[in-house]
């Protein structure tokens, strides 16, 4: 591996940088007859259908990766970087930066084409990932001046929309790197360009990413809300009820099933809140809702092979452990906290919080 006479990658991350940026840099590259988009069309619908096209378009998403941002990882860990004001963000290169850098390292593995579309940036950028497990990962995190760090970590340093973007970049480069062989004939599969899906070179069968559907619920009795722990979970952190979809299930029936088998108790109302890609361990799609449940059916039937414990809680013990928020890391956590704000969980605790104080105050 050849390291020396380095020259440095050009970093876009910077706010500097940034600003240097034409905005319209990544659709007029990326050959605009074809992509038929103009200048004055929605923002969000350019960016929405920019990016489909580089699906459907292996030449157009070439030349969007020649004006592109590339997200780096080393065997799936995210490279960071600490902003000037402290806080952390993905390091991303320029197409020409990484070029460079793999001819710095003398790469002999996989190549800038080995790179997954990952998004768009408000830029208009298209946003790419690549992972350079084969080169020395020391020496690349210095040469970018930045950090690989494992995801689990990552996510929780970056802020919302990047954890957001460094999940579903590493979703989509562990799904390559697990789906290169056809299940039903054992044969290779091949990649488009922007890596959105993966053909089987002998029956033409089509392999998409995939996500495995969860049902998150926040249990509430009307006064209190009902929040769980697995043995697997850091001391003292409860959560929403979560559980994965069987095949065939509505997110209703999924809902009720869980909630029967883990507490023991029957749903009354379901409402719909908010979703998320949660990485952790694999891809998972979260649904979060809210249930009810009869004030008079609350007492608990806690399946221990399931749960550690489940509990129901009043707003004020709720409220008390948003305020005090994660714990830091050593030391005696407290004996009750909640999931950090990146996770849907923490979301759907935090909107019956709010509803409860909005409650409170009317009456
Ligand atoms: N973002 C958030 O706020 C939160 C996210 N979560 C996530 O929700 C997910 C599900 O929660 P959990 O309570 O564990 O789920 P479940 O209650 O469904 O229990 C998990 C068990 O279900 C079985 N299972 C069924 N289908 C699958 C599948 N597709 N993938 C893996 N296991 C499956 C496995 O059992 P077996 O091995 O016996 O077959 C597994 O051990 C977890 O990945 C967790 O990380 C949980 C809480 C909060
Ligand atoms: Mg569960």
């Not at 790469?107 to 950028?125: A, K, V, Y």
């Not at 909630?259 to 719909?272: I, R």
């Not at 009750?336 to 909107?351: C, D, Y």
């Amino acid at each position: 591996m050849r390291t020396g006479n380095r020259t440095r990658p050009v970093l876009t991350s910077g706010p500097r940088t940034m600003l240097l940026l034409n905005p319209l840099r990544g659709i007029l590259s990326a050959r605009p007859q074809v992509l038929g988009l103009t200048r004055f069309s929605s923002s969000f619908v350019s960016r929405m259908r920019f990016l489909n096209r580089l699906k459907q378009e292996d030449e157009a998403c070439a030349a969007a990766l020649q004006d592109g941002q590339l997200v780096l990882f080393h065997r799936l860990q995210p490279l960071l970087q600490r902003g000037p004001t402290g806080t952390f963000r993905p390091v991303t290169l320029t197409c020409s930066g990484v070029q460079s850098l793999l001819q710095n390292f003398g790469s002999d593995g996989p190549l800038l084409e080995d790179s997954i579309l990952i998004g768009c940036s408000e830029q208009n950028q298209a946003q790419f990932c690549l992972d350079v497990g084969h080169l020395d990962q020391a020496a690349v995190a210095e040469f970018c001046a930045g950090t690989f760090i494992d995801l689990r970590k990552s996510f929780f340093l970056l802020p919302g929309p990047a954890a957001q973007l460094v999940a579903k970049a590493q979703a989509l480069l562990r799904w390559h790197q697990t789906n290169g062989f056809c299940s039903a004939t054992g044969q290779p599969t091949h990649r488009n360009r922007a890596g959105s899906q993966r053909v089987c070179s002998s029956s033409s069968i089509i392999y998409y990413p995939k996500m495995s559907p969860v049902v998150i619920v926040l249990l509430s009795d009307g006064s209190r809300c009902l929040l769980g722990r697995q043995a697997s979970f850091p001391r003292g952190m409860y959560s929403a009820l979560a559980g994965f979809c069987d095949m065939g299930e509505t997110l209703e029936e999924t809902l009720h099933r869980e909630v029967a088998e883990e507490v023991g108790l029957e749903v009354q109302d379901v409402s719909y809140s908010s979703s998320q890609h949660w990485p952790f361990p694999h891809s998972s799609f979260m649904l979060g809702c809210h249930a009810t449940v009869s004030p008079a059916h609350t007492q608990l039937d806690v399946d221990r092979s399931e749960l550690e414990d489940a509990r129901w809680f009043t707003p004020e013990e709720i409220s008390s452990a948003l305020q005090a928020g994660v714990p830091p890391r050593g030391g005696r956590p407290p004996d009750v906290w909640l999931p950090p704000k990146h996770a849907v969980a923490h979301h759907l605790i935090s909107e019956w919080s709010d509803r409860q104080r909005h409650l409170q105050a009317s009456e």
